[in-house]
């Protein structure tokens, strides 16, 4: 039996990661809206409780899980502790006596709690004493309704504001000058979400590739493995290879093979090149992590898949899918920049071919849209290995990036 939840990350004002919600699936046939809110709910507490690991599905950050009524009065957010999870009160649920029972209690007992797509009622003000988030639906709510909302949490300042389902710029600049605290949605992945727009690899990493470069003869498949879990690494590492400097533009397809286009020479020579630049600045880590997950959920989908030789081509196209992000670059430009084949390019600009099967059913799955997900599944004839390849992705990327977090 095989438990199976997807994650979306929450931001802050500064565009930190602060917690995931968790997103309920029933196995591969199954979508949610067609679960039972309380099972749903019972089988993701038990599920990450028990058999995955609530810490591996989040990486220590806090879960924002949503309980029904009947949840709440059977007390399963104490079956997890208060610091690991954000106790979201779903919509559906009426405010009235037992349900300001139950909050109050669980207030008492330390718990962070939040209201889920919230639509303002009077009878809600009994409640903010003890609520620590709302959440506010901007697909739904217009303007004026936010104005009423905010208006009337004048006198509880203590009161974060979440704005969740924000898919485009506009909406995010919104959120941010009214005054929201906290963000979740899509927009994290586009260009105007990035704080700097240039990043630098990680010391460990170039650490790792100066010692590993030292010896007579290289290990070019540890310099590899180096290069694939740092995306400005692998970024720079492409940009170096069409550079001036060599009068032949080659394809590439996997970071390997652009490691043996440049040579031992000219790989040290680029790496004393960065370590000599190097300088401390802010990472947008969600963003890293996000980019190192999509290339190991791709690549690990090319190998049950069967269909690449060499399944790094699969990686690389992961890895390069959030570049104008971290760039604040339009994808289009950057790809003029990379000497990429045309079967990635074709994937990243256009949404063609195989590769960008396997990178809408990793959007997918970071979107929690299970019926696309479902028939992008079925269409590749994976089976029940997506969700494997899934958990197997998170962990993998937990590993490197408690490598990044450990160096700072």
């Known amino acids: 039996m095989y438990f199976y939840a997807a994650r979306q990350p929450i931001l802050n004002r500064n565009k930190e990661l602060i917690g995931y919600e968790l997103l309920f699936r029933d196995g591969v046939d199954n979508v949610f809206p067609n679960i039972d809110g309380d099972e749903a709910t019972t089988r993701l507490i038990e599920g990450s409780q028990f058999n995955f690991g609530l810490e591996d599905l989040t990486d220590n950050k806090p879960a924002y899980i949503n309980f029904t009524l009947e949840t709440l ?3 399963y957010p104490t079956i997890l502790g208060k610091d690991a999870i954000v106790v979201e ?6 405010p009235g006596k037992r349900l300001l029972a139950i909050v109050k209690d669980l207030k008492g007992k330390g718990y962070t709690l939040a209201l889920d797509d919230y639509t303002h009622q009077p009878v809600w003000r009994h409640f903010y004493p003890f609520i620590d988030i709302i959440k506010i639906d901007f697909l739904t709510l217009d303007t004026n309704n936010i104005h009423d909302i905010i208006a009337d949490l004048k006198q509880y300042p203590h009161i974060k504001l979440l704005a969740e389902k924000v898919e485009t710029h506009e909406m995010y600049n919104l959120a941010l000058k009214l005054g929201f605290d906290y963000f979740q949605g899509f927009f994290f992945s586009k260009p105007e979400m990035v ?3 240039a990043l630098p690899p990680s010391e460990m990493a170039l650490a790792e590739l100066l010692y590993e470069t030292s010896s007579v003869e290289i290990n070019l498949q540890k310099i590899t493995d180096v290069f694939e879990r740092d995306v400005n690494l692998s970024y720079k590492l492409l940009r170096y290879s069409n550079s001036a400097a060599f009068a032949k533009r080659a394809e ?3 970071i390997k093979q652009a490691l043996i286009i440049l040579g031992a020479n000219e790989i040290k020579k680029l790496l004393s090149l960065l370590f000599a630049a190097q300088i401390s600045a802010n990472k947008p880590v969600e963003l890293l992590r996000l980019s190192l997950t999509r290339a190991r959920f791709a690549e690990l989908l090319a190998i049950s898949h069967g269909q690449f030789k060499d399944t790094g081509m699969a990686f690389l196209t992961g890895m390069m899918s959030l570049m104008d992000a971290i760039l604040d670059q339009s994808m289009e430009s950057v ?12 994937a990243l600009l256009k949404n063609e071919g195989l590769l960008a099967k396997y990178l809408n059913l990793v959007k997918y799955y970071e979107q929690a849209n299970w019926p696309a997900a479902n028939e992008m599944t079925k269409e590749l004839n994976l089976g029940g290995k997506v969700p494997d390849a899934y958990h197997e992705a998170l962990g993998w990327v937990s590993e490197q990036m408690q490598l990044i977090v450990n160096e700072k």
């Open 89 to 94: 009160i779903l919509e559906t649920i009426q």
């Open 252 to 254: 590439v397809n996997t």
């Open 73 to 75: 009065l059977k007390g």
């Open 195 to 197: 704080q700097s727009k």
């Open 335 to 346: 790809m003029s920049k990379l000497p990429l084949s045309d079967e990635i390019k074709a």
